[in-house]
Each structure stands twice: as structure tokens, then as C-alpha cells.
């Protein structure tokens, strides 16, 4: 063992999970573009933004930009951007506020592809009926939908579809509702779309849709005294709670300041966004960018990969399951950060990654796993069953079926009934 990692070693003994997770925070903000780092500077300083707040709502409104135009194939897996964030403080802690600023160019260019959307509405509803035509509107976002709704956007708009939330906890409430439909439908759309799997909706009543490669986000708020909720009975054994991307406040700012964040800093941020959003109304949209892993890069990701795995041997439940998911999470945030580090230099998004993209990516994937620990520690969980009959159990009494058991388990139906019967 080198000497830097023993130093390493002996900082995590005697620092605090906090104090670690601010160091890594800045660790990783030093190594963004220049524009990323003033415009989350500028944000903590002007508007009282916490700088993890405002990190974490870029990284998803990157991801929810590119979608699936571009993926990541590497060590035999293929990934798209889509991660789940969850931003964690007390009421006026600004979480609402991080997550306006960053999807704001998103949300703009949604409003002007409404009015589109709207002004061919109105020029087809007067033609006669055999020359009108079915239309789609083009949305990225939504924020208030019931599934059947969000369902239908995300039919018209494959590439991806972001819910956006000021408060997750009810979202999250339904989909352990065992009276709820919308929620046990919402949780198959969130865990069959992580890894981009295909969503299979039936309705006799309305219309039916077949996403054949889901791509969801998610970002929302919850306050620190609505934590419990995500933890209490039968919540973990869904493995919901374990793609969830959790910040929680590390640092404020109580100084109230006279000026604004500068319009060169919104217009560059703005500017970059909306370079993103050109690959994914390019006309036609044909084929994703696929990325792929230079040499140093994948034994980099390989060896981390393998390190998440031995790791779980040190933890107990929930972590271990959060370490398999982070496992996926880490590709993700590869394509995020490659394409905000290549976009912010010039138009490209280059197909080879390289090693300096990687280690960022798992810098935030390990500022990810500091801060779940920090929210195990205030709010401590008991030991859940994660088994297939725990996952049974917990089926059973929130009113789900067999068929819903083998979507979150993976497992096939036979063995699913089998334990079923026991």
C-alpha cells in the first residue's frame, strides 16, 4: 500500500462522513468546465444555493438533455443517462430553487415546442377530417401526470421522458400503496427503465403502449423530516430506493447578497444545455451516439467496478444493495460528465471516453455512496429481508401479483411461483 493511500485510510478514521463528502463535493467541482464551476459558485454565493444542490441538479438536467441519443456500451453492458436524484434538506433550504436553475433551458425550450405544438393543433382542427393528421407533441419534462398521461408523452417521446417533483415523498408513498394503480405502475416505469428495459401498459379502458427501451428520470426534493418514509416497512425490498441518487446539505450560506448571478454565466450554461437538446431534435433522429471506453479507461472502470463488488463484503443492508445499483449508476454518470466536458469545448461529443472522464464519474458515484451513508446515519434503518421471499412478502401484502415480483427480481416466473407457493 502506497503512501497516499494509507493517508487516504487514515483521513476516512478521523474525518466525518460530512467532512469527507465536502471534500469530494469540491474534488469534483474543481474538476468541471469552467462555466459548471462559476455558475454553481456564483449560485452559492448570489442566491444561497448550496453547491451539492445545484452539482447534482446539473448532472440530471445532463442527463435528461441527452436521453438516449447517446449511450455507453463497456465491459459487455449498455447504458443511457438516465439517473433518479433526490435532493434532501429542510423547508427554504433552496432544493427547489437547484433544480429550477438547472433544467430552466429545458423547460424553455419545452414551453416553444408547445406553442408549436399548439399552433398545429389549431391550423389541423380546421382542415376536414380525411386531411387531418395525428399529432405528437415534443416534451421533455413533466412535473404534475398520472402514469397514463406520463406514459403517452413518453410513447411520443421515446427518447426520454424527466418527472420532475418539489416533494418526492408522495410519489414514493404511492407506489407502496397497495390501493394505488398509478403507483405500482410508476414503480414498474422506474424500475423496468433503469436499465432501459421495455414497458408494457394494458389497459381495456384507454389507450395501451409498448416503450421498447425505456428512458425515465427523476428528479425531486424531499424535506429531512419525510426521510423515514423511504426507509419504512417494505420500501427497500422494491429496490426503488437503491437507484435513488441522494444529496443532502452539506454547506449554507447565510449571507444575503445585493447582486445576481451573471448573465454570462445563465447564457453560457443556457447555451450549453442547448447544445445537448441539438443532437436530440436533430432531423431525422436515427441512431444513439454509441460511446466506447479507451484502453486506461475501461481497466479504470473494470477495477472499480470489481472493487464495488468486493466492497459489499463491509456493509450491511441497504448499502450492499445501494453498492449493485451504484454498479450501474457509474456508466451513466461516464456519459453525463464525457458529454458536459466534451460539449463545453466544442460541438462533439468524441466516441472514445477517456480515462479523465472515468475517474470524475466515479468520483461522483463515491460522493453518492458518502451521502447515503450520511442519511443512514440520521435515519437508521432495520435489517429488511432483500431475498426473493422477502420481495414475495412484500408483494403480497401491498396487493402485487407474480408477474410484478419477476419484473423487480428479474427472476423468471417459474421460480417466482414456486417460492410463491411455499
Request: proline residues 3%; charged residues 25%.
Amino acid at each position: 500500500m502506497d503512501i497516499a493511500t494509507i493517508k487516504e485510510e487514515i483521513n476516512k478514521r478521523v474525518k466525518t462522513k460530512k467532512e469527507q463528502a465536502i471534500e469530494q463535493r469540491d474534488k469534483i467541482i474543481d474538476q468541471m468546465p469552467l462555466l459548471i464551476r462559476s455558475f454553481i459558485s456564483e449560485a452559492f454565493i448570489y442566491q444561497r444555493v448550496p453547491q451539492e444542490y445545484l452539482l447534482s441538479s446539473i448532472l440530471n438536467a445532463f442527463g435528461n438533455a441527452i436521453g438516449s441519443t447517446v449511450n455507453l456500451e463497456a465491459l459487455g453492458y449498455t447504458n443511457s443517462p438516465n439517473i433518479y436524484s433526490v435532493i434532501v434538506g429542510s423547508r427554504g433550504d433552496t432544493k427547489s430553487l437547484a433544480i429550477s436553475f438547472a433544467l430552466k433551458p429545458i423547460l424553455k425550450q419545452d414551453n416553444e415546442k408547445y406553442d408549436v405544438y399548439k399552433q398545429a393543433e389549431a391550423e389541423n382542427e380546421i382542415l376536414p377530417d380525411k386531411e387531418k393528421v395525428l399529432l405528437k407533441r415534443e416534451q421533455i419534462l413533466i412535473s404534475d401526470a398520472t402514469i397514463e398521461a406520463a406514459l403517452k408523452i413518453h410513447n411520443e417521446n421515446p427518447i426520454s421522458i424527466g418527472l420532475y417533483k418539489d416533494e418526492i415523498s408522495g410519489l414514493i408513498d404511492n407506489m407502496s400503496n397497495p390501493n394505488s394503480r398509478d403507483g405500482s405502475q410508476w414503480l414498474m416505469l422506474f424500475l423496468e427503465g433503469f436499465t432501459n428495459g421495455t414497458v408494457i401498459i394494458s389497459r381495456k379502458t384507454t389507450d395501451s403502449y409498448r416503450i421498447n427501451k425505456a428512458c425515465p428520470l427523476l428528479i425531486g426534493s424531499i424535506q429531512n423530516q419525510l426521510v423515514y418514509k423511504i426507509f419504512e416497512k417494505g420500501k427497500l425490498e422494491s429496490g426503488f430506493v437503491d437507484r435513488l441518487l441522494f444529496t443532502v446539505k452539506l454547506e449554507g450560506n447565510d449571507i444575503v447578497n445585493r447582486e445576481n448571478i451573471s448573465s454570462d454565466v445563465l447564457h453560457g450554461y443556457s447555451n450549453l444545455i442547448n447544445k445537448v437538446l441539438k443532437f436530440r431534435y436533430k432531423e431525422p433522429f436515427t441512431e444513439p451516439i454509441t460511446l466506447h471506453l479507451d484502453e486506461e479507461a475501461e481497466d479504470l472502470l473494470f477495477d472499480y467496478s470489481q472493487s464495488l463488488i468486493n466492497r459489499k463484503n463491509d456493509y450491511k443492508t441497504p448499502v450492499k444493495e445501494y453498492l449493485d445499483k451504484l454498479n450501474i449508476n457509474v456508466y451513466k454518470l461516464i456519459i453525463i460528465v464525457h458529454s458536459m466536458i466534451s460539449l463545453s469545448a466544442y460541438d462533439g461529443i468524441p466516441e472514445k471516453v477517456p480515462k479523465k472522464a472515468v475517474q470524475l464519474a466515479i468520483d461522483i458515484t463515491e460522493f453518492y455512496l458518502l451521502n447515503f451513508e450520511i442519511l443512514l446515519e440520521l435515519n437508521p434503518v432495520k435489517d429488511v429481508d432483500a431475498t426473493i421471499n422477502g420481495v414475495i412478502n412484500y408483494a403480497r401484502q401491498n396487493g402485487l401479483t407474480q408477474k410484478d415480483v419477476s419484473v423487480f427480481t428479474k427472476k423468471d416466473k417459474s421460480t417466482v411461483s414456486r417460492n410463491w407457493k411455499k
